[in-house]
């Protein structure tokens, strides 16, 4: 049964740069795709960007300009960095994985908070 | 850009009862590429339904998904109290690349 679970600073100051990390246990990395979204409070979700096994990114237009997402097979580990966050960049974000068109696996979420 | 637009915003039913949940694209889409999901408080969202109709790997039967072009239902049988949560509806293939609805909050009446 995969697994996936996050960690990352959960409290940033305006300005800096969000890193989060991604584990994948217990399941294949190559073949899918690997997404993280995000979700500010009492709102919906937002697809931030994906990554698959061999490092080929897509990202949402709206956050390209500041996002990367970056994989490291040898660890089965995916990264998301945010640089220049605000308080609108508060929110939980989740990795998951993804067949093309969907996610059927999701990590438990971190709360990054964004405040001088 | 494809606009997903969900009603009601909010349900209220008893459970035992039937819950249907709408999806409307503002443009016509691929039925291949609509997905549920069900988010309870504080949980990660769970992959209900993908192409529009086919059920995820445990997802109880008393779930169907229908729909084509515009619209796509969720329906959900014989209410169970663990049903109540909120409901996104998630398409691909559009710019950006995976869009959500804003979502149906079943709630106990």
């Known amino acids: 049964q995969v697994q996936l679970q996050q960690w990352g600073a959960g409290v940033l100051k305006p300005s800096e740069t969000l890193s989060l990390t991604c584990g994948v246990f217990?399941?294949?990395?190559?073949?899918?795709?690997w997404s993280w979204l995000r979700q500010p409070p009492k709102k919906g979700l937002e697809w931030i960007g994906r990554v698959n096994h061999s490092g080929f990114t897509k990202y949402n237009p709206s956050l390209e300009s500041r996002v990367t997402i970056s994989v490291d097979t040898s660890k089965n580990q995916l990264s998301l960095e945010l640089s220049s966050v605000t308080a609108a960049d508060t929110a939980v974000y989740y990795c998951?994985?993804?067949?093309?068109?969907?996610?059927?696996?999701w990590g438990q979420g971190t709360l990054v908070t964004v405040s001088s | 850009e494809i606009v997903l637009t969900q009603s009601p915003g909010t349900l209220s039913l008893s459970p035992g009862e039937r819950a249907t949940l709408s999806c409307r694209a503002s443009?016509?889409?691929?039925?291949?590429?609509l997905a549920w999901y069900q988010q309870k408080r504080g949980q990660a969202p769970r992959l209900l339904i993908y192409g529009a109709s086919s059920r995820a790997t445990g997802i109880p039967d008393r779930f169907s998904g229908s729909g084509f072009g515009t619209h796509f239902t969720l329906t959900i049988n014989r209410l169970d109290p663990e049903d109540f949560a909120v409901y996104y509806c998630q398409l691909y293939g559009s710019s950006p690349m995976y869009t959500f609805g804003q979502g149906t909050k079943l709630e106990i009446k």
């Open positions: 217990g399941g294949s990395f190559s073949g899918y795709y």
């Open positions: 998951a994985r993804g067949e093309v068109d969907y996610f059927d696996h």
């Open positions: 443009q016509s889409v691929s039925s291949s590429y």
